[in-house]
Structure formats: structure tokens, C-alpha cells
């Protein structure tokens, strides 16, 4: 389980993604209130599937304030992935799609947002 915690007001969006770059799980958290507002959450490292255990990688695909602190098990999200990514040997062509899917799923979010 991986320690997720959001300090500040924003909404934030992280993905679970294979290490084929497949996204398999998208969750969303909003924070409303002063900056001194924190929220914890725990995400699993590994999800079960008819094959057995998949480990995945945590990705933050968007947050809507910058200013809002974001860390994964204490560390910036960018090194938690990299992390990850290194610890059950995805490529790095791989982890190039995860990145590449994380920015593509973020556009449309955006997108959709702005529509409505």
C-alpha cells in the first residue's frame, strides 16, 4: 500500500497503470477548505485479477492547484513513479506510454471540464 496525502484545497487525479502502460484504475479526490487542510488516503501497489496480482504504478494525472502538496509515501509523485517504475522493471518505453497516457487522459479530462 502506498500513503497518499493531499495538503491544501484542489482535486487531484491519480491513475494505477501496468507496466505496459494500461491505465487499470483512475480515482479523485477534492479538497475543500483553508491550506492547512490535509486528507490521507492509501492506494494499493498491486491489484487483483483473474491472473493473480498486477503490480501497477501510481501516476498523478492532474491536479487543479498547484499549490496544493501532493506526496506519495513522503516523496514528490514524479519520484514515487520513477520509483515504482524502476522497482518491478518497467521499460523505459513503457514508462514512456504511462507518461504519454497520463498526459492524453489529463487533455481530456480538461476538455470535458470546459464543456460543461
Request: hydrophobic share 45%.
Given at each position: 500500500?502506498m500513503?497518499?496525502?493531499?495538503?491544501?484545497?484542489?482535486?487531484?487525479?491519480?491513475?494505477?497503470?501496468?507496466?505496459?502502460?494500461?491505465?487499470?484504475?483512475?480515482?479523485?479526490?477534492?479538497?475543500?477548505?483553508?491550506?492547512?487542510?490535509?486528507?490521507?488516503?492509501?492506494?494499493?501497489?498491486?491489484?487483483?485479477?483473474?491472473?493473480?496480482?498486477?503490480?501497477?504504478?501510481?501516476?498523478?494525472?492532474?491536479?487543479?492547484?498547484?499549490g496544493?502538496?501532493?506526496?506519495?509515501?513522503?516523496?514528490?509523485?514524479?519520484?514515487?513513479?520513477?520509483?515504482?517504475?524502476?522497482?518491478?522493471?518497467?521499460?523505459?518505453?513503457?514508462?514512456?506510454?504511462?507518461?504519454?497516457?497520463?498526459?492524453?487522459?489529463?487533455?481530456?479530462?480538461?476538455?470535458?471540464?470546459?464543456?460543461?
Amino acid at each position: 500500500m502506498m500513503d497518499l496525502r493531499l495538503k491544501g484545497s484542489g482535486a487531484a487525479i491519480v491513475g494505477l497503470f501496468d507496466s505496459r502502460g494500461k491505465i487499470l484504475l483512475t480515482k479523485r479526490w477534492v479538497v475543500t477548505g483553508s491550506d492547512a487542510v490535509e486528507v490521507r488516503s492509501r492506494l494499493p501497489l498491486s491489484l487483483a485479477t483473474k491472473g493473480g496480482r498486477l503490480p501497477v504504478v501510481p501516476i498523478l494525472i492532474d491536479q487543479t492547484n498547484d499549490g496544493q502538496a501532493i506526496t506519495f509515501d513522503g516523496k514528490k509523485p514524479a519520484e514515487m513513479a520513477l520509483t515504482r517504475a524502476r522497482a518491478i522493471r518497467i521499460s523505459q518505453n513503457s514508462f514512456r506510454k504511462i507518461q504519454a497516457a497520463s498526459k492524453l487522459i489529463a487533455a481530456r479530462m480538461r476538455a470535458q471540464a470546459f464543456r460543461s
